[in-house]
């Protein structure tokens, strides 16, 4: 593997940029096919890229808008995105109000980014702009220039469709961590109220899948008869706070 992967131009709380290697390190060299049901950043998933084709999914709209975009008309977004910008406190909580409410795809995913570079620690819908050192700079826009990815695919799908979808691919799932913040607001399709307990039926049976989750007794429990890896790493939000989480693996790996 290449040790430069694509960046993704988002931040996302518990981002795994800093996990890269541990988790991709897992996935069998003859994979050719990547699915991911909870793209959310997509670090794993771009990183993927310089070997795999892979196909992203999210249930959140204005997030799956915003890689659309950026994947097809990536000129006409980044023109989008210069408009707010600078922007001020008053027009990001404007923003965050009407996000839902944009019709225009390139648009929502324009108004996406912005909101995720000014929030506070990229929470975009749920939390205040950010405060002390903005993100959202003409140095994050001019990053959306310089991106590129091949073999990289987005979808807007729930998360059971995309893995029916895709039924001959590797997965790579990273869902709402239990007990977690509703990092998109109440209105936003909050991953708040997700079933834990209905992910891990769908996976007990499938083969060739890795799952990353916070380190909790509840979440062990539920994969009691799987490989549960112990694995830190720091934050990039935070380089004081380190990661407290697991990898589980599917059964016929590390067999």
């Known amino acids: 593997m290449p040790k430069k992967y694509p960046k993704s131009p988002l931040r996302y709380p518990g981002g795994k940029n800093r996990a890269i290697k541990s988790i991709i390190s897992l996935i069998p060299e003859n994979e050719t096919k990547l699915c991911s049901p909870f793209l959310g950043g997509a670090s794993i998933e771009l990183a993927c890229t310089t070997r795999m084709t892979v196909y992203g999914s999210d249930i959140f709209e204005p997030l799956t808008d915003f890689w659309k975009s950026l994947i097809t008309n990536k000129e006409e977004l980044i023109n989008k995105v210069k408009s707010y910008f600078p922007l001020e406190k008053k027009e990001f909580y404007k923003l965050q109000k009407k996000l839902l409410n944009i019709e225009d795809p390139i648009e929502r995913g ?146």
């Open 110 to 255: 324009a108004a996406f980014f912005v909101l995720n570079r000014s929030s506070f620690s990229g929470t975009t819908m749920s939390g205040g702009m950010s405060p002390g050192h903005p993100r959202f700079t003409i140095s994050s826009i001019d990053r959306l220039k310089q991106f590129n990815a091949e073999n990289f695919y987005v979808e807007n799908l729930d998360y059971k469709d995309t893995i029916n979808k895709h039924n001959d691919a590797f997965y790579y799932l990273d869902p709402p961590y239990l007990n977690g913040q509703a990092l998109y607001g109440v209105k936003g399709n909050t991953h708040k109220d997700f079933d834990h307990e209905e992910l891990a039926k769908i996976l007990h049976d499938k083969e060739r899948w890795i799952l990353s989750y916070n380190d909790c007794q509840e979440i062990r429990n539920l994969y009691s008869s799987f490989t549960i890896i112990s694995i830190e790493w720091v934050y990039g939000m935070s380089k004081n706070k380190s990661s407290n989480e697991i990898l589980i693996l599917s059964k016929d790996l590390l067999s």
